[in-house]
């Protein structure tokens, strides 16, 4: 078995998703690698190889061949190398004078058969002022790829072969200044991840051997405690331990009304704390947090390529030749060298492999800044494209906070007696019912790091004791221990155990679930022992949100829950809603099968404690109050704020971000085709065709800003 490793490599000096691209099919050439992606955003390849067989000396090799640097950090491409500027200063004055020239002939200040401009001066700048260009399609032949700047640089050659030297020259003007253009897209598009990554904490203050020290953030170790004055950013995620101060969490959420955090209670790396001291005991530092997940994910979420881009992409495999075709036709067939120069010259654009990109990064980068993270281009099609929503209820709809309001003991039973048998079992469970359980009977479970799998210390399990315990997701829990057995849950589930509920409990049951309350039934050892009801309110901004999603035009919106009927309707019916009541988590996942089969697009809004199956299943799965939660992994989009007017929010993004990527690639296929037809038929001279090409990337790049631009998504 071979092992293998995975490693990034920081590259400047691409600038277009086409470098990306190259570099990637390049590194996936190598003998060992395993899987290679560049990201044109985070500026590097990330690459999964065996290390027996390459090394990372040998892939930087590789990148360094394709004509990039294998920068030591992100400082490194901020400015293009002095060469690139000389040669294009070079050349930009030799083709003003071309132009001068071409001008002052018009203007009859000058005869025709003057030149401003001697033939090797001219040739001289074009070789100059292109060779960076040359270099890069040179080394990529050498690795058996060929780009759209090839085409450029046949037209080039082509221009001087036919002795339109300033035509060549200006060409090679237009060509810098759209790769200028193009770098200037890409960097755009990192303003969006260089803003998020500014917010990283970088320094923290632990103590360690007794005394008070500075590190880097990422090098706190969890468990160890930091301490954070007002004004500083938290440096990790963790729990405060001492202190109690307004937090901001702005930078995770979106939300700008700061909390308050005392002793008890997580904080979040990145957000700031405003007015306290702080010693908080660190969990998940740097990569691990909340906020390293989220850069993360923007980081990736441009690795995506829509449906529209992937049309694109097998275009522009045929266009390449097609385009070598139309112009050899144009020469031997139309007879006109310049003609076919044109035709050249106008179809290399970096446009189409632009277009969804810049416009992703920029959606993603945006959404993130308002609390949404969105996971990449796919989950913002799905967003833009969804036509049905499902929705959770319980930490969905209703806030997740559900309080006991009555415990109905059976006779011959107290109340305290059933509430401590239910609490019991419920110490095991996350669900917000044994939350609200384990609280009414002073027994609150112990805190647990937000992503723990495992129990908590000093549990019956990990003490390795004789007790047993099954939680099963939308159902409940039965505890066994040495001298018990409980088990509490659904009526269903209490009845699936082989128990039976008294006529009495039974009417009572109905008045409360009649009323929206969730009755769970305890069972011990041999008998129902009593109802414990719990009351959960609804998210206040729920209406507001739903109005907003059917004024976007979505009309099917189906509760799903694992309660009955009688407290579904109790919820579902106020807002307008359909339901389907008594789903165990396998047949939440069902109804999302069957909205697909009838070819909807399905959004599921839950909150991932036990609907991560469903939120799975469908195309788009929307987590709420992520932030805190281990949903931040299983939902496409997770809402880092606990509000429900991000959810109408997303749609809106991701409908705007695919408007754009149509626009730009529609715009671009278009505006390549007619500049192809209108060189070919010698309408456009080469000169022309040189500026024109260079139209598609700013119109994408203008087009592809409004994301960013976009006013507030919520
Ligand atoms: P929802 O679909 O409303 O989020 P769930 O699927 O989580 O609800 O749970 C469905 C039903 O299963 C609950 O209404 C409750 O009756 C029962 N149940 C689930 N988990 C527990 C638990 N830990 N303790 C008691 N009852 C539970
Ligand atoms: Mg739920």
Redesign the pocket.
Known sequence: MTTTVRREIPIAGMDCADCALKIERALQRVGGVEQARVSLGAERATVVFDPARTSLAALARTIEDLGYRVSGGPEASARPPLPDIVSGLFVVAVAAAVLGGLAAERLGWVEAASRLVPAPVAVAAVLVGGFPIFRRVALALRARTVTPHALMTLGIAGALAIGEYGAAAVIVVFMRFADFLDAYAAGRARAAIRELVALQPLEARVGRDGQETMVPAAQIRPGEIVLVKPGERIPTDGVVVSGRASVNQAPITGESVPVERGPGQAVLAATINLDGVLRVRAEHVGPDSTFGRIVRLVEEAEAYKSRAQRFADRVTAYYIPIVAAVAAGTWLLGGSATAAVAVLVVSCSCGIALATPVAVIAAVGRAARGGILVKGGTALEALARADAILL????TLTLGRPRVTEVCPADGRDAGEVLAAAAAA?RY?E?P??AAITAAAGTAAPHRPASAAGWPDGSPISGGQAADVQ?A?????VLREAARQIA???RR?IEDQGFEVAEAMDRRARDLEAQGQ?V?YVAEDRAVIGLVAVADAPRPEVPEALEQLRRLGIRQFTM????NARVARAIAQPLGIDFQAD?L?QDKIAVVRRLQRQGRVVAMVGDGI??APALAQSDVGIAMGAATGAAIEAADVALLRDDWRLVPGAVRIGRRAFAVIRQNLLGAVAYNVVGIALAASGVLPPIFAAAAQVVPDVFILLNSGRLLRAGRAV
Do not use: R
Not at 473 to 477: L, M, S, T
């Open positions: 959770d209820k319980t930490g419920e469970s669900h019912i044994a939680v997701p939308g159902q409940g829990v509490v849950g659904s589930f969730t769970v799903l829950t694992g309660d789903l988590p036990n609907d």
